[in-house]
């Protein structure tokens, strides 16, 4: 059963920004980390930022710092993911994901640290 329920992204040129979003309504497990993932073809799944589930700093990745944005919504219960002037090497499977229990302080970046995962979605960058 899904609970992380992902839209948007899709296709986009190079220079261009990408918006992802990940409706959160469904989940009910207790989490005080999720994040955004990506994974290329070959690659392993990389992670691009992490954020408290009640919305405060999040942290990015050094290969995506200055570019991306995460931010969590708790009204909307949505999480959301802005990555700007996208490059052909940012094309893969985005996934949003939580950690169930744990604190905050225990929220590290690493796939294998994450049970819940949404269903992925394809994004392709043109240039």
């Known amino acids: 059963q899904v609970q992380l329920m992902q839209s948007g992204g899709g296709s986009v040129q190079a220079g261009e920004s990408l918006r992802l979003s990940c409706d959160v309504s469904?989940?009910?497990?207790?989490?005080?980390?999720m994040g955004w993932f990506r994974q290329a073809p070959g690659k392993e799944r990389e992670n691009i930022g992490l954020?408290?589930?009640?919305?405060?700093?999040?942290l990015y990745a050094d290969s995506v710092k200055g570019r991306v944005t995460l931010s969590l919504d708790n009204y909307k219960r949505t999480l959301s993911l802005e990555m700007n002037n996208m490059k052909p090497e940012d094309a893969g499977m985005y996934y949003c994901?939580?950690?169930?229990?744990?604190?905050?302080?225990?929220?590290?970046?690493?796939?294998?640290?994450?049970?819940?995962w949404g269903q992925g979605i394809q994004v392709t960058v043109s240039s």
């Open positions: 954020i408290p589930r009640n919305g405060g700093v999040a």
């Open positions: 469904a989940y009910t497990s207790r989490t005080n980390c």
């Open positions: 994901a939580a950690r169930r229990g744990g604190s905050w302080w225990e929220c590290e970046p690493e796939a294998k640290n994450f049970g819940d």
